[in-house]
């Protein structure tokens, strides 16, 4: 006990030596002074009061009811958030609660150095329910087969619009679960082939923000599996087909 008095006697005993220390100063030499004495006392605080401010972030965030969850990766950098703007202003014109999360992201390009980066965090997206529908490229649709990520459009879709989409050709046939990587064939009762996504590349949504150097290139919109806002999807698919 006597060693823990006398502890909390030194600390006490240095705080106020380092108060008055700090009274007879000025300006930039209190600055000064702390940092040097303090600094990986203020670092530690504010890492920690990041640290909780992150955590407390992210449990907010989850708490908040959420209507859909937008993937998109387009074959350009083009900048298609005034068509969302739009579309969610007409989506929450309803009045239900809910936000609407659109991940603008950059082009999903096999050739590129960060491609194994993108196919993980697409991967957990998908996983871990953070994605509802994509509007992505080739490149990316295919990596969401070999997932077996893509809701067939047949259950995604209500008949009618299933129905207007294949009589215009703007229904896509894949096979689901391609490979398993490293151009390994998936077993033959892991490819499923069905209608996975719907052609956007002549839609009016496409000739706006499709427009690469060598023209259109295909582009694709694309329903999650384990979406739990599959109303919304649907909304958001009618949009899109537009022309």
């Known amino acids: 006990m006597a060693c823990k008095k006398d502890g909390h006697a030194s600390v006490w005993q240095e705080l106020l030596r380092d108060w008055r220390t700090l009274k007879r100063l000025h300006g930039k030499q209190r600055l000064e002074f702390l940092w040097d004495y303090y600094k990986w006392r203020v670092i530690a605080c504010v890492c920690a009061i990041a640290a909780v401010s992150t955590f407390a972030s992210i449990l907010w965030e989850g708490q908040k009811p959420c209507r859909l969850r937008v993937c998109v990766a387009l074959n350009t950098a083009a900048d298609c958030s005034e068509w ?113 996504a719907v052609d956007l590349t002549d839609s009016a949504f496409g000739e706006l923000y499709n427009q690469t150097e060598t023209g259109p290139e295909p582009l694709y919109a694309v329903i999650i599996s384990n979406t739990e806002h599959l109303e919304e999807c649907q909304r958001l698919i009618e949009s899109l087909t537009e022309t």
């Open 84 to 196: 969302f703007s739009s579309f969610i202003g007409e989506l929450q014109a309803d009045g239900k609660a809910g936000t609407v999360d659109i991940n603008f992201d950059q082009t999903f390009d096999c050739s590129s150095d960060f491609h194994q980066v993108q196919q993980l965090e697409i991967m957990s997206f998908v996983s871990s329910g953070q994605m509802d529908a994509a509007v992505c490229g080739e490149d990316m649709y295919r990596y969401l087969l070999e997932l077996n990520a893509c809701l067939p459009l047949d259950q995604g879709l209500p008949e009618e619009l299933y129905k207007a989409l294949s009589a215009g050709g703007k229904l896509v046939r894949g096979t689901a679960g391609l490979t398993e990587g490293h151009n390994i064939p998936a077993a033959p009762e892991e490819r499923a082939e069905g209608y996975y």
